[in-house]
């Protein structure tokens, strides 16, 4: 009932052209797929010419950030509004290496999750213990913080439409991929999180996406746990072959 939504970060990587180009390649080699739902985030300098590259494809154009405030004196900062105006549909909110890099927090994550629903945007918020946490028993009391944290006051008319996506820091960009079943457990937690925070209705319908070193060889296997709704694939979606064949794992 939970359509899979597997979708590319391409972090700070690919110029106009690299960009344009691995955009038009999956155009071609994704249509006709309906059984998933497909997007990709690139960086802000190149969304306006892939979003004429995705144009009426069945690829959707993702951020990988946003700022909470609409427009004003922000220097380096881009909108919900001006992401909307490039032909996004979707956000990524708190992704672990802002998170690491960047300063950012729950606060900021729920400022900025708010924000996205106010523009429109749907977020794909990301939350994740580190491989410290994990070692001491805390992956759940971290990834309960994250969850609650950011989604602070928000009504669950925004809620119902959110994607999770759980990466444990510790498998991003590492070739270390969570087994399927530390995966479920974790799903299995946040949706049981999300049911007691808005009603099991609403969480049986959030789509929570797995991020860590997934690729063409895991996706199969990770995808028939039963919590395990999509991927968000970093790494790997920057080759038109292996995210392809990734999206297209149901053969
Ligand atoms: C990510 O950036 O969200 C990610 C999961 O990266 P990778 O697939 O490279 O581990």
């Not at 802000?44 to 154009?61: D, H």
């Not at 992401?83 to 994550?109: M, N, P, W, Y």
């Not at 920057?238 to 392809?244: M, P, V």
Request: glycine share 10%; proline share 4%; net charge neutral.
């Amino acid at each position: 009932m939970r359509k899979p939504f597997i979708a590319g970060n391409w972090k700070m990587n690919l110029t106009t052209r690299e960009a344009t180009a691995l955009a038009k390649k999956l155009v071609e080699s994704l249509a006709g797929v309906t059984q998933v739902e497909i997007g990709i985030a690139p960086v802000y300098t190149v969304l306006p010419a892939v979003a004429a590259v995705v144009r009426g494809s069945n690829v959707q154009l993702l951020a990988q950030n946003l700022f909470w405030v609409d427009s004003g004196a922000y220097t380096g900062e881009v909108s919900g509004p001006m992401l909307k105006d490039a032909g996004c549909s979707h956000v990524i909110v708190g992704h672990s290496e802002r998170r690491q890099h960047f300063g950012e927090t729950d606060e900021s994550v729920n400022k900025k999750l708010k924000a996205a629903f106010a523009s429109g945007l749907v977020p794909i918020f990301c939350v994740g213990e580190t491989l410290a946490e994990r070692e001491q028993g805390r992956t759940f009391a971290v990834v309960e913080r994250q969850v609650k944290g950011g989604l602070q006051d928000i009504p669950a008319t925004d809620a119902a439409k959110i994607v999770v996506a759980y990466e444990p820091v510790w498998a991003i960009g590492t070739g270390k991929t969570a087994t399927p079943a530390q995966a479920q457990e974790v799903h299995a937690q946040i949706r049981s999180l999300l049911a007691r925070l808005y009603g099991q209705e609403l969480a049986d319908q959030v789509r929570i996406q797995y991020g860590g070193s997934v690729k063409a060889d895991n996706i199969a296997e990770l995808m028939q746990q039963p919590d395990l709704d999509g991927a968000l694939v970093g790494g790997a979606s920057l080759k038109a072959d292996s995210f392809t064949a990734i999206v297209r794992f149901q053969g």
